[in-house]
């Protein structure tokens, strides 16, 4: 398709018809100023071949004049097939014409049709991809309607690049089969998690699966209790049938009466043979009382003797332990005395010794004090030295500061010698009598001795005047010397002397001072080793000084201290014996009394023991025993008789309790089984009456059908999947077909702007994403402004070169596309147009009327029909 004219009426601000006439197949420009109308011209342009004809949307009351009336579009377009005019009105008496000639080809929704085939039946057509919208030039859409129309497009264009891609692919079959694919899924999935959609086939094939499911469950639950009821009320018939039996029940009734009289037999015999153990009982209790009183009888009667015997020997030796007693006594007394005196020696000596102690301890510690007070002064005269020495030796430099100061004096002497060595010299030689006429700086010079100049100097000549001398630059010995000189004097400041020798003479006296502090030290150390405050505490601990004159000799007080402790032993020895043989004495008489005393008490209780049996003998007590014991062993016989016929009481119990227990359970299971059997009557009529096997059938039926109905779905979910998957990779490789001619077209374009460039393409948007520049990758949205309308524009011509290649030639039609582009790139994007414009139509509307008259190509002009 190209275009060949253009005629708006009751457009924007051409409220008269205007015409746009001699365009061209290659480059066409369209410079005029702004407001001219030409974004009005690609409006009416986009309409006329996008919105059909009875539309009053945005964009169509847009184009309305402010004075109002119904806009109206005609081109005149080339194709294969010839020329063709078609034309559009809005609004009033809306239509659309497509005319060849004077031939009216078609009409209203045909003529919509006609053009829709035009462009390919693609929403957007070639817009989307190769026409620019003023203010938009960069490849995305203003809107999403927009832009989803611009993809469809490109995937359209890419569908159609070629025969091995139509071969392959199917091209737009292909489109339209992965279209249909997902429509088809979206029916029964959602999205890619592919889970049922709701409302859709595939959930309800589910709930209802899930539904006959649980009504099966249900029901396969009823019928199974129906069965098990069945089986119970088998099984509650039979064991009323049982137990309501005649035989039976009167079989119960028997052996419960028998074991009753078994029971009252067994119970009478138990109770004579219980009273024959108490006679029994009886008889043994006699005959122990009788045995007892017999044995009471005879042990009394032994005491009594017994007692009378020890009462009699105890006596004597009783008198003879209180005289032992009392002679003890007067022992023990006479011992405390003698014991009492030795101690008061004892003591009496001891204060002796005490006192003779303490004179001799004064004598002796008078001298140790007098050493103690010196040796205390003396070492506080050595602290004080030290404290004072130390204080002197931190004032001047250490050893470490003089090393640096003499290495830094050294390195000042070598530097002056060095810089004196290269210096010139001055010599002075005198006549007779003329000797320390020349001086310099008040110092006269030698005769015959070299002085050195490092720089200028003044030499003083008495009686003539003076003489300047400049020797010129010392080069670098001078400078070395004035950075040795300045070091030192930095070395001597921080030290806080003025000359190294006062330094020196500082360092010497620190020297001297730590040689003192080192001495006093010692001193120190060696009369108080542990600190002046233990000499202090060992002086206070010497006694003061007391009389001696009646203290005594200590050795001989001692010697009386030892035989007085002798004596008060030996007093206290003999003094614990007699106490001892006092508490054995005093031990044995109370052993006798208290022995005196029981055998008395013994022999009474005996008496009175004897006295309880009043008449009674030895004889009448003998003859009573004899008795009782006949009369248990006769109640022993009978009982022993009587036990050999006993029925067994417990057996009688237990058989007992067995028939009850039998007959009492036949009663409860009577009356638990009638209920029962009752109750399961009414569930199994009940269960019956709802037909609950056949509706289980017809559900299993309902659930094997309902789950084929979800087999089959999920089997075609599985192949729609697959599909979809395979017709997506047949995009992927179409996608990659494409965008090989993409850069096919775009390379040359792009090196004239950038050699070597290249761009990368995003799969889903079919678009550039980055531009490859010296090996860097620079995603599009970080360029600048005219960096991306230069890649759109570029990208567009590529675009259109492949359309007409598709066999689907159009338009392209640029408003103000390069509003950003400087100078230099803009000449090569006006060489870009033109190499392309060989193959294309491209039509260009400007206002930058200076800059684009260097494009060349063919110029239009917006005229009235007339030509006016």
């Given at each position: ?13 051409f ?16 410079s005029?100023?702004n407001?001219?109308?030409k974004s009005?011209l ?36 080339e ?42 039946g ?23 309607k ?22 392959m ?11 249909r ?12 998690s ?10 309800a ?31 509650c ?30 119970e ?30 005879r ?27 009392d ?15 030795a101690q ?25 004090r007098d ?14 030295e ?5 204080a ?29 060595i ?11 009598g ?21 720089g ?26 004035a ?49 002046i ?9 010497i006694p ?63 008496t ?22 006949t ?54 009529a ?38 979809e ?12 077909r494409?965008?090989?001619?993409v ?8 090196q ?11 799969e ?10 010296d ?13 991306q309308?230069?890649l ?49 139509q ?14 060349g ?12």
């Open positions: 398709m190209r275009l060949r004219s253009i005629r708006l009426e009751n457009v924007r601000r409220t008269s018809p205007v015409l746009i006439e001699g365009i061209t197949d290659g480059l066409n420009v369209l005029e100023p407001e001219s109308g009005t690609f409006d009416a342009i986009q309409a006329l071949f996008f919105i059909p004809h009875g539309s009053k949307n945005r964009e169509i009351a847009s184009l309305r004049p402010h004075a109002g009336g119904a806009p109206e579009v005609a081109v005149e377009i194709t294969d097939a010839g020329r063709f005019t078609v034309a559009k009105r809005w609004f009033s008496k809306p239509e659309a014409t497509v005319h060849q000639g004077s031939r009216l080809v078609a009409q209203s929704d045909e003529a919509e049709a006609w053009l829709a085939d035009l462009l390919g693609a929403e957007g057509g070639p817009s989307g991809l190769i026409w620019v919208r003023q203010g938009l030039t960069h490849l995305g859409a203003a809107t999403p927009e832009e989803k129309a611009a993809l469809e497009a490109r995937r359209d264009l890419m569908s159609s690049i070629g025969e091995e891609v139509e071969a692919t199917g091209g737009r079959r292909m489109d339209a089969a992965l279209d694919c997902r429509e088809e899924l979206a029916r029964y999935a959602t999205g890619k592919r889970r049922p959609q709701k409302g859709g086939p595939w959930f094939a589910q709930e209802r699966f899930q539904t006959l499911d649980g009504q099966r469950a249900t029901l396969g639950a009823t019928a199974d209790a129906l069965h098990e009821a069945l089986a119970a009320r088998k099984r018939r039979r064991e009323l049938a049982e137990l309501e039996d005649p035989d039976a029940t009167r079989a119960r009734a028997d052996r419960l009466e028998a074991a009753r009289a078994a029971l009252v037999t067994a009478r015999h138990a109770e004579e043979l219980d009273t024959e153990a108490r006679r029994l009982e009886t008889a043994q209790l006699t005959l122990s009382t009788a045995r007892d009183r017999l044995d009471r009888f042990s009394a009667a032994a005491e009594r003797d017994e007692a009378a015997a020890e009462e009699r020997a105890t006596s004597e030796a009783a008198a003879a332990a209180r005289a032992a007693q002679a003890a006594q007067q022992a023990r007394d006479a011992a405390e005395s003698g014991a009492q005196a008061a020696a004892l003591e009496k000596a001891d204060a002796a010794h005490r006192r003779a102690v303490r004179a001799q301890a004064a004598r002796d510690g008078a001298a140790r050493d103690l007070v010196q040796r205390i002064a003396a070492a506080e005269a050595a602290r004080k030290m404290e004072e020495a130390a002197a030796a931190r004032r001047g430099p250490d050893a470490a500061a003089m090393r640096r100061l003499e290495a830094l004096v050294s390195a000042h002497g070598a530097a002056v010698a060095a810089r004196d290269s210096a010139p010299r001055v010599t002075a030689r005198y006549l007779p003329a000797e320390g006429r020349i001086r310099h700086d008040g110092q006269a010079l030698g005769d015959g001795t070299p002085l050195p100049l490092s200028a100097a003044r030499l003083e000549i008495d009686g003539i005047g003076t003489l300047d001398i400049h020797p010129g630059e010392t080069g670098t010995a001078a400078d070395t010397v950075k040795s000189e300045t070091a030192l004097r930095e070395a001597l400041a921080q030290l806080g002397a003025e000359t190294p020798d006062a330094a020196r003479d500082a360092a010497e006296a620190r020297a001297l001072a730590d040689r003192k502090q080192g001495e006093a030290q010692a001193v120190f150390r060696s009369l108080a080793p542990e600190g405050d233990p000499l202090r505490e060992a002086l206070a601990l003061e000084d007391e009389a001696a004159e009646d203290a005594g000799d200590a050795d001989r007080t001692r010697a009386a201290l030892r035989e007085a402790q002798d004596t008060a032993q030996q007093a206290r020895a003999g003094r614990d014996h007699a106490a001892e043989a006092l508490a054995e004495a005093r031990l044995e008489a109370v052993r006798l009394t208290t022995a005196l005393t029981s055998a008395g008490d013994r022999q009474k209780r005996a009175e023991v004897l006295a309880r049996f009043g008449a009674e003998d030895e004889t009448a007590l003998n003859e009573a025993l004899q008795r009782a014991t009369a248990c062993a006769a109640a022993e016989a009978r009982l022993a008789e009587k036990s050999r016929a006993a029925p067994d009481l417990a057996s009688a119990k237990a058989a007992m309790q067995r028939a009850e227990s039998v007959d009492r359970r036949a009663r409860d299971d009577l009356a638990r089984l009638k209920p029962q059997l009752a109750t399961l009557d009414e569930r199994i009940r269960s019956a009456g709802e037909a609950v096997e056949e509706r289980l059938a017809e559900t299993e039926q309902a659930l094997d059908a309902a789950r084929a109905d979800l087999a089959r779905i999920e089997h075609e979910v599985a192949v729609l999947t697959r599909l998957a395979a017709l997506e990779s047949a995009r992927s490789d179409a996608r990659e494409y965008f090989t001619p850069a096919a077209e775009l390379r040359p374009l792009l004239l702007l950038w050699p070597e460039a290249e761009l990368t393409w995003g889903e948007t079919l678009l550039p994403e980055a531009l490859v520049r090996g860097t990758h620079e995603p599009v949205d970080i360029l600048s402004g005219g960096t309308e230069q759109a524009l570029l990208v567009r011509l590529a675009f259109a070169r492949m359309l007409s290649a598709a066999g689907r030639p159009a338009p392209v039609i640029l408003d103000d596309a390069l509003v950003f582009t400087d100078d230099d790139r803009i000449e090569r994007m006006f060489d870009a147009l033109t190499r392309q414009a060989g193959d294309l491209i039509l260009v509307l400007t206002c930058r009327q200076r800059a684009f008259r260097e494009l190509g063919t110029a239009l002009q917006l005229a009235a029909p007339d030509g006016s």
